[in-house]
C-alpha cells in the first residue's frame, strides 16, 4: 500500500475549489428566508440615549437587546461582552440592534437614529484604567545580569492593528428548526460558537446545531467572533420563525470585527562585548480594544515569545494588554508572537550594530540549542532547531555576500530568527480535552472532528495520518463536515493545534481501529461486529508539567523554528521599499502535506510582508477611516517576490508522524526581517508597518565607532543618536575569569 | 452594496444623437461608460443619482485615429484599447504609461478615458497626462459640439466645465514636442489610488502636470517657466512647493507628497528614470 | 399597486442563451448569482478590488460587481461554471496548491484563462494583479499556472521533467527560462547539527508532476461530506 504522510496527495476539497461548487454561506439559500442588517453605534463611548426607528417597520424583524432569550453575552473568557449594547457602548461599530427583512432593498432604506450621551473615550493604551490581564515571567536575577553586562542597549518598538482581509467576509444563516437552531457559518471553531449560542439563546446543547459551511479564509478572524455574528443570526431567526442570512458586506467586516493586537514592547537588554545576552528586561503592552475577548491568552503567548529563540539566564517580562474605546480586537495568526518576536529580532539587530557584531553571529551565539531551558524552565528536546534554520536561511540565500556587496547601494538584505510554541499555551490543550473519532464505513473510515478546513489543508492531512495508521489507502478515508450534531469537540482550529493534537488523536483511533479490525475489511467487519465508533481524548505527553500561578514549566509541547532572509530595494524618489526575495527556513517536525506545508508557508509569508510594509488601520476617534479595499492595502501578485522555502525536518516525539505545527510560524519573523532589511540600508525603523512615510521620517541609524568608548562619551553621542546606549555600572569584578573565557571559546566553536 | 438598485433606471438611447437628446430633455441623466467609479459609489451608498443613461453600446464614441498630426481617441476607449494601441504607443506614451497603472486589468477592460476625466477625481491617473499634452475635450450636446482645452476644464473639486446635457465623445490631442514622462506613486504596485501622479514633457519649454496634489488636475506653469530660464532643480523644487497644495488624507501625508513631488520633478527634468 | 414587470434582458451564459427579467442596474455579480443559480462567482469586496467576482465577457476578464445588467445585453459571459471542471488549469490548480481556501479561486482561474496559453511569469503577475489571494502568497498559483502551461506542450514537458537540483524556484532575475516549470526546492546545507539532535531532513516540497501531465481533478473520492439541507441532527455516538 502507497503511503500518504509526505506525499502531495491529491487536495480532498481540490475538485469543488477549483470548479464552482464548494457552498460558502453565501452560497446557501432556504425557502422563506430573510435578509439581516446590524445597526452600529456610531459613537466610541457613551451612553445610548434612544433608538428611533425612522421607518415604515411592516414586514421587519427587530431585535434589541431586551429580546434576548438567555443571557447578553458572547461567551469567551471574561463575561463582559453584550451580544447587543442595551445602556452603554463601548467602542465604536458596536451592535446595538439587529434587522431583518425579506427583501434586502428595504432593509438598506430603514434608518435608525440612535441618541447618545458621550463619555470621554480611551484611545491610548498608556492612560488605560483598565487592564484585562497581567504577566510576569521571570528567571534568574536580573540585576546579577546587568551587572554582568558590558554594555545595555535599550529600544521600543511598536506595531500596529492588522485586518485579517480573508477574502470571503464573516457570514451566517440560522435557521429555526427542531425546537431549536440550526446555523451555518463561515467559522473555525464549531463548538466555540455552539458554547456561545446556548448561553445567549437559553437552549439544551441538543437544541443547537452548528455546522461550518465551506470557509473562505479565517487567520484567527473567524476563530471568535463568528460567536457574535451567529448570535445575532440566530436571535432573528427565533424571533421571525424563518430562516435568516446575515453576511456582511467589506466595509462592515472592517469596521466591526476583530484586529490583531497593536503593541509597544521595550526592551533593556544586557550583553557582554563579544555579543552574548546576560539580561533580558522586556515590557509588553497590548491594546485589547473594548472587551476582554481572547486578550489574556494573546498576552499569554507573546509573553512566552518574548525573548525570542534565544538563551539568556536572567530574564523578567512584564505584560499587561489593556482596554480601549476600540473595536475588540481578538486572534490572528502568531496570536501575540508576531508582536514581540518583531520586538526581539529588531532589537538583538540593535544590538549587533551596536556591538559591531555581524548579525548571523550574533545569533548564532545565543539561539536556544537542544537542552537548553527557557525562560520558563522548559528544557528544549533534540527537535529544537534554531542553528538549523538559520545556517540553512544563511547559506541559501548567500546572506553574508549580499550584505558586503549591497552595502552603500539601494538594496538591503535582513534577517530574522524566530520560533512558535505550537498548540494551546500551558495548560490549555488539558482543559480543552479535546476529543476525535473514527467511524468505520462499508468503503473505509470517517474522521469525525470539529477541526475546520479553512483552506489550510486539514481534511487532508487528518485523512493522510488516519490512511497510513489505518493501513488504508488515502481515497478510503472521508471527512465529515464539521457539523457539532455529529462530531466530537475535537478543540478550536487554531494554534498551529491542528495536525499536532486533533491528527493525533486520530492516529490513536486509527490505532485502535486497525487492532480492531485486524484482517477483516471495513465491510466484513461491519456484517460481522457491527457499527464501530473509536473515539480518543487528549492526553498530555509525559512529563509535560506548567504551572498557571507561576507562570512556570513547559509553555508548549513543541516549538516550530524558521529563519527568514528578506531582501528588499530602496528607491530614494519615493522612499518606498519593495521586497525583492524571501528565502526562509523554517522546521516544522515533519510536513505531512508538503505541498500544503509549503503553501502556508508562502501565504504567511505574503501576510507578513503586508504587515510588514503595507497594511495599516487608520483609526479617527476610534473607528476604522480606511475601511474600504480600496484604502487598506494588502499585497497583490506585484508586490510580492519570489520566495524560496525550505522546509526542515526535527520530528517531534508526541507529534503524529513527528509533526508539529505549521500555520502560524511563517507569519512570526517577516516583519523583523523585513526592519532588518531597512535597518542594513542606515534608516532607524523601528515599528510597523514600514510605509514610505515612516521611511522617510526615519533618522540615520548612529553610525560610526561601534567599539566601546569612554563612559561619558559614549552617553552623550548614544542621547544624540537615540540608541539608547548605557554603560554598565563597573564593579570590581574582573571582566575576565577562567569561566568566562571558557564561554567565550565555547561559543565561537 | 448599500444602496437599493431596483428603483434606479437605465435609459437605452439607440445611437449618440439619441443619448444626446435625452440627455437634453429627459435629464438629470447620469451617463454610464465603464462604470469603475459609478459602481464603487454605489456599493459605498455615497451615490445619491437614481437616473442612469447607458454609453456603453454607442461605437461612435469608440476609436483611436490620428490625422493630421492630431490624435483623436474616443471617450469610450478603454485603458486595455490604448495600450494595445500601436498608434498611441507610438505618438503618446506616456498615456500608455498612466493607462498601465490603472487599476489592474479587469478595471483596464472597462475603464475608459471618457469616465476619468468625467469623473473628475484629483488622483484621476491619465488626468496629468492630458494636461502635460495640452488635450482638446471634445462636448457635444444635442445642439452643438465644442472642444475645451483641458486644462481650462475643471474649475475645482470635481467640478467641470461640461454641462448636465453634455457627453464628453472624444479628446484629441495635438503633436507632443519633447520626450514624454510619467510617473505614478501609489499606495502599492497595482490596484491602487495615487499619492502624487506626474506626467512631463521634457523640451526647452517644459510641460508638468500632477494629480493628488489640489483639488483638481494642476499644470506648475511658474516652476515651467523657471526651468525654461535655467533655473536649477533645487529653484524649481522651491518654487514647485508654492504651486502645489497637498494634504494629510487615509494614504498619505502633506509632508510625502511634498517630497515626493520635488523628487520625481528633479527625475523627470534629469532624464533619469 | 403592481410594478410594471422589467424588461428582459438577453445575453449568453456559459454558451446558454439565458434572459432575465430583472432591473437594469441590478450587478452581474448579483444576477450570476441569484437569477442564473450559478454561486461560483464570489463577492469579496464590493469595489473591484479584489477580483473574486471575475467572469469573462466578450472575451475580456471583469469585475462582475462593477457591471450593471443593463449593459450585457448580447454580451457572452463565461463564469467558472463553464469550465465545467475540465480547464487544465483547474486540475492544476486543484493539485498544485493554487487553491487553499477557495474563495478567490474560481476569480483567479477565469483571470488565468485570459491570459491565454503561454503567459511568461512576469504576464501573470501583471495579468493577476487585480486577484488578492490571502492565503498562497500567490507562488502555488504561479506553480499551477506554470504547470497548465507545459502540460499543453510536449517539448515543454519533456523539460518539465528534469527537475534540476541545483536550479531555484522560478525567480526573477535570475538566468532561468521564464518557462521553466518551478523546480523541486533542492536540498540545502543543513548546517553543522549539534551533536545531540538527530540528523535533520532538509527538503524542499516536490511538487507531484510527472510527464508534464496535470493529474485531472480528483472528484470527491474520499473528499469531504457536505451538509445539505435541513437533515434531522444525528446523534453523536463519541
Known amino acids: ?749 | 452594496m448599500r444602496t437599493a438598485l431596483s428603483p434606479l433606471t437605465l435609459r437605452q438611447p439607440r445611437s449618440l444623437a439619441h443619448a444626446l437628446r435625452l440627455l437634453r430633455d429627459e435629464g438629470p441623466l447620469t451617463p454610464l461608460a465603464g462604470c469603475t467609479d459609478v459602481f464603487v459609489g454605489l456599493n459605498f451608498g455615497t451615490l445619491g443619482d437614481r437616473r442612469f443613461l447607458n454609453l456603453w453600446p454607442l461605437d461612435q464614441l469608440r476609436g483611436i485615429e490620428r490625422r493630421a498630426g492630431v490624435l483623436r481617441i474616443g471617450a469610450l476607449t478603454t485603458y486595455t484599447e490604448i495600450i494595445a494601441s500601436a498608434v498611441v504607443g507610438r505618438h503618446l506614451p506616456m498615456l500608455v504609461a498612466a493607462s498601465r497603472e490603472i487599476g489592474a486589468v479587469q478595471v483596464q477592460n472597462r475603464g475608459t478615458l471618457g469616465g476619468n476625466i468625467a469623473n473628475g477625481s484629483p488622483a484621476g491617473d491619465t488626468l496629468p497626462v492630458l494636461a502635460a499634452a495640452e488635450a482638446l475635450v471634445e462636448l457635444r450636446s444635442a445642439d452643438w459640439t465644442r472642444k475645451v482645452p483641458f486644462t481650462a476644464f475643471y474649475t475645482g473639486y470635481r467640478v467641470s466645465v461640461r454641462r448636465s446635457d453634455e457627453l464628453v465623445t472624444a479628446i484629441e490631442f495635438p503633436e507632443v514636442a519633447g520626450a514624454q514622462w510619467f510617473r505614478k506613486v501609489g499606495t502599492r504596485a497595482a490596484q491602487s489610488i495615487s499619492k502624487v501622479v506626474m506626467a512631463g514633457v521634457r523640451a526647452a519649454r517644459p510641460r508638468i502636470a500632477l494629480g493628488s496634489v489640489a483639488p483638481t488636475v494642476v499644470r506648475v506653469p511658474r516652476t515651467e517657466e523657471a526651468l525654461a530660464a535655467g533655473a536649477t532643480i533645487a529653484e524649481a523644487q522651491a518654487i514647485l512647493q508654492e504651486e502645489i497644495h497637498p494634504i494629510d488624507d487615509i494614504r498619505s501625508t502633506a509632508s510625502y507628497r511634498r517630497r515626493v513631488a520635488a523628487n520625481l520633478l528633479a527625475q523627470f527634468w534629469n532624464g533619469s528614470d | 399597486m403592481k410594478r410594471p414587470a422589467f424588461r428582459p434582458i438577453v445575453l449568453t451564459v456559459n454558451g446558454a442563451r439565458t434572459a432575465v427579467r430583472v432591473p437594469p442596474m441590478k450587478r452581474l455579480l448579483d444576477v450570476l448569482r441569484e437569477d442564473c443559480s450559478l454561486t461560483g462567482t464570489k463577492e469579496g469586496c464590493g469595489e473591484g478590488e479584489c477580483g473574486a467576482c471575475t467572469v469573462i465577457l466578450d472575451g475580456r476578464a471583469v469585475n462582475a460587481c462593477l457591471i450593471p445588467i443593463g449593459q450585457a445585453a448580447g454580451a457572452r459571459v463565461t463564469t467558472i461554471e463553464g469550465l465545467k471542471g475540465r480547464h487544465r488549469l483547474q486540475a492544476a490548480f486543484a493539485n498544485l496548491g493554487g487553491a487553499q481556501c477557495g474563495i478567490c479561486t474560481p476569480g483567479m482561474i477565469l483571470a488565468a484563462v485570459a491570459l491565454g496559453p503561454r503567459p511568461t511569469l512576469a504576464q501573470v503577475r501583471t495579468g493577476l494583479a487585480g486577484n488578492i489571494c490571502r492565503c498562497t502568497g500567490y507562488e502555488g498559483i504561479y506553480r499551477a499556472i506554470a504547470a497548465a502551461r507545459t502540460a499543453r506542450s510536449r517539448k515543454a514537458a519533456a523539460s518539465s521533467q528534469k527537475l534540476d537540483a541545483r536550479s531555484r524556484t522560478s525567480a526573477e532575475g535570475r538566468k532561468q527560462p521564464k518557462s521553466r516549470l518551478p523546480a523541486e526546492a533542492p536540498r540545502a546545507k543543513a548546517g553543522v547539527p549539534s551533536p545531540e539532535s538527530r540528523p535533520s531532513t532538509v527538503l524542499g516540497a516536490a511538487l507531484s508532476v510527472s510527464k508534464g501531465r496535470v493529474p485531472p481533478l480528483d472528484r470527491a473520492r474520499g473528499g469531504p461530506e457536505r451538509v445539505e439541507g435541513p437533515k434531522a441532527p444525528s446523534r453523536s455516538r463519541s
Open chain 1, 1 to 749: 500500500m502507497i503511503r500518504s504522510v509526505g506525499r502531495n496527495v491529491s487536495r480532498k476539497d481540490g475538485a469543488e475549489k477549483v470548479d464552482g461548487t464548494a457552498r460558502y454561506v453565501d452560497d446557501l439559500s432556504r425557502p422563506g428566508m430573510l435578509h439581516a442588517r446590524t445597526i452600529r453605534s456610531t459613537i466610541p463611548c457613551g451612553d445610548i440615549a434612544r433608538v428611533r426607528l425612522d421607518f415604515d417597520t411592516t414586514g421587519f424583524t427587530i431585535v434589541g437587546a431586551g429580546d434576548i432569550p438567555g443571557r447578553n453575552l458572547v461567551s469567551l473568557i471574561l463575561e463582559d461582552q453584550p451580544c447587543l449594547a442595551e445602556a452603554r457602548v463601548r467602542h465604536a461599530a458596536e451592535p446595538v440592534l439587529l434587522l431583518a427583512h425579506e427583501d434586502r432593498e428595504r432593509l438598506i432604506g430603514a434608518a435608525v437614529t440612535i441618541d447618545y450621551r458621550p463619555h470621554t473615550p480611551v484611545f491610548d493604551p498608556a492612560q488605560s484604567p483598565t487592564v484585562f490581564k497581567s504577566v510576569t515571567i521571570a528567571r534568574g536575577d536580573l540585576d546579577e545580569g546587568f551587572r554582568r553586562a558590558d554594555v545595555i542597549v535599550e529600544g521600543e518598538y511598536r506595531t500596529g492593528h492588522q485586518e485579517h482581509l480573508y477574502i470571503e467576509p464573516n457570514g451566517m444563516l440560522a435557521v429555526p428548526e427542531h425546537g431549536g437552531v440550526t446555523v451555518y457559518g463561515s467559522l473555525q471553531c464549531p463548538y466555540y460558537v455552539h458554547k456561545a449560542l446556548c448561553v445567549l439563546l437559553g437552549l439544551p446543547a441538543d437544541r443547537v446545531r452548528v455546522v461550518q459551511a465551506e470557509t473562505g479564509g479565517g487567520f484567527g478572524g473567524k476563530e471568535e467572533y463568528p460567536s457574535m455574528i451567529a448570535g445575532h443570526a440566530c436571535l432573528l431567526a427565533l424571533k421571525s420563525g424563518r430562516p435568516v442570512k446575515l453576511i456582511y458586506d467589506r466595509t462592515e467586516d472592517m469596521l466591526a470585527t476583530t484586529k490583531r493586537h497593536p503593541s509597544v514592547v521595550r526592551h533593556r537588554t544586557g550583553v557582554t562585548r563579544d555579543g552574548r545576552l546576560v539580561a533580558m528586561d522586556i515590557d509588553v503592552l497590548m491594546d485589547g480594544g473594548a472587551y476582554c475577548t481572547l486578550s489574556p491568552v494573546v498576552l499569554s503567548r507573546g509573553c512566552l515569545h518574548a525573548t525570542g529563540p534565544y538563551r539568556c539566564d536572567h530574564v523578567r517580562v512584564n505584560g499587561r494588554v489593556v482596554m480601549t474605546n476600540t473595536p475588540p480586537n481578538g486572534a490572528f495568526r502568531g496570536f501575540g508572537a508576531p508582536q514581540t518576536l518583531f520586538a526581539a529580532d529588531v532589537h538583538m539587530e540593535r544590538i549587533a550594530e551596536t556591538l559591531g557584531i555581524d548579525p548571523v553571529r550574533i545569533r548564532e551565539i545565543n539561539a536556544l540549542r537542544p537542552g537548553d531551558t527557557t525562560a520558563t524552565g522548559q528544557v528544549l528536546g533534540p527537535d529544537a532547531a534554531a542553528l538549523d534554520v538559520l545556517r540553512a536561511a544563511v547559506s541559501r540565500s548567500d546572506f553574508r555576500r549580499k550584505r558586503r556587496a549591497w552595502r552603500g547601494t539601494h538594496k538591503g538584505i535582513g534577517l530574522s530568527l524566530f520560533f512558535h510554541g505550537a498548540g494551546f499555551t500551558g495548560s490549555g490543550e488539558v482543559k480543552l480535552q479535546s476529543k476525535a473519532s473514527l467511524e468505520l464505513t462499508p468503503t473505509g473510515v470517517r474522521v469525525l472532528a470539529a477541526s475546520t478546513d479553512i483552506g489550510q489543508g486539514q481534511r487532508t492531512v487528518h485523512a493522510q495520518i488516519v490512511a497510513d495508521a489505518l493501513g488504508l489507502p488515502y481515497d478510503a478515508v472521508v471527512v465529515a463536515a464539521p457539523d457539532t450534531a455529529a462530531v466530537p469537540d475535537s478543540g478550536p482550529t487554531v494554534a498551529s493545534r491542528t495536525t499536532m493534537v486533533v491528527g493525533g488523536l486520530l492516529k490513536r483511533c486509527a490505532e485502535e481501529m486497525r487492532e480492531r479490525l485486524g484482517r477483516l475489511t471495513p465491510k466484513a467487519y461491519l456484517k460481522t461486529h457491527g457499527p464501530l465508533v473509536i473515539t480518543k481524548a487528549y492526553e498530555p505527553p509525559p512529563g509535560l508539567v506548567w504551572d498557571d500561578d507561576t507562570y512556570r514549566g513547559s509553555a508548549y509541547g513543541a516549538y516550530g523554528w524558521a529563519c527568514d532572509c528578506i531582501e528588499v530595494e530602496h528607491d530614494p524618489v519615493t522612499s518606498e521599499v519593495r521586497p525583492t526575495r524571501v528565502t526562509t527556513a523554517q522546521e516544522i517536525g515533519k510536513a505531512i502535506f508538503p505541498l500544503g506545508a509549503r503553501g502556508q508557508i508562502e501565504g504567511g509569508t505574503a501576510q507578513g510582508l503586508g504587515y510588514a510594509l503595507l497594511e495599516e488601520v487608520v483609526l479617527r476617534d476610534g473607528a476604522m477611516a480606511n475601511a474600504q479595499l480600496t484604502n487598506y492595502i494588502v499585497p497583490t501578485t506585484l508586490d510580492t517576490p519570489p520566495m524560496d522555502v525550505v522546509l526542515v525536518e526535527k520530528p517531534y516525539a508526541h507529534g503524529p508522524y513527528g509533526a508539529k505545527g505549521v500555520g502560524e510560524m511563517p507569519f512570526d519573523g517577516v516583519a523583523p526581517a523585513v526592519v532588518n532589511a531597512i535597518r542594513s540600508l542606515g534608516f532607524d525603523v523601528r515599528d510597523v508597518p514600514a510605509t514610505p512615510e515612516r521611511i522617510m521620517e526615519a533618522p540615520p541609524i548612529g553610525t560610526g565607532d561601534s567599539r566601546l568608548r569612554p563612559v561619558a562619551e559614549r552617553r552623550a553621542s548614544a542621547r544624540q543618536a537615540g540608541l539608547g546606549i548605557r554603560e554598565a555600572r563597573r564593579t570590581k569584578r574582573p571582566r575576565t575569569t577562567p569561566s568566562a573565557r571558557a564561554r567565550r571559546k565555547a561559543v565561537r566553536s
